[in-house]
């Protein structure tokens, strides 16, 4: 079985930054994108930003392209989101998640998910 465990969550000001990192273990699925999925209260869950761990491609929410950057480590079971110049809106809990293939941008094609940590940006 595959588990995912975030971590870097937190309160911030407005204009601050958080990193976040979502570390894997379990079965091997080194081959599978990783990403980035938050939900805030009364809101679906909806796609942050995720990569493919065999080609490095990434892709972008419009709302933080420009904001965040996702990255992966040498090993490709760690993935981060660097968060820069937060806003109020952005306070969610975050969500990582391993999906089924490539682009991953949708709730619906994950295959895992991590238990969520969550980021409250103060205004």
């Known amino acids: 079985q595959v588990q995912l465990v975030e971590s870097g969550g937190g309160l911030v000001q407005a204009g601050g930054s958080l990193r976040l990192s979502c570390v894997g273990s379990g079965r091997t699925f080194s081959s599978f994108p990783m990403g980035w999925f938050r939900q805030a209260p009364g809101k679906e869950r909806e796609f942050v930003a995720s990569?493919?761990?065999?080609?490095?491609?990434?892709a972008y929410a419009d709302s933080v392209k420009g904001r965040f950057t996702i990255s992966r480590d040498g090993a490709d079971n760690t993935v981060y989101l660097q968060m820069n110049s937060l806003q109020a809106e952005d306070t969610a809990i975050y969500y990582c998640?391993?999906?089924?293939?490539?682009?991953?941008?949708?709730?619906?094609?994950?295959?895992?998910w991590g238990q969520g940590t969550q980021v409250t940006v103060s205004s």
């Open positions: 990569i493919s761990r065999t080609s490095g491609r990434t």
């Open positions: 998640a391993v999906g089924k293939f490539w682009p991953f941008v949708q709730t619906r094609t994950a295959d895992y």
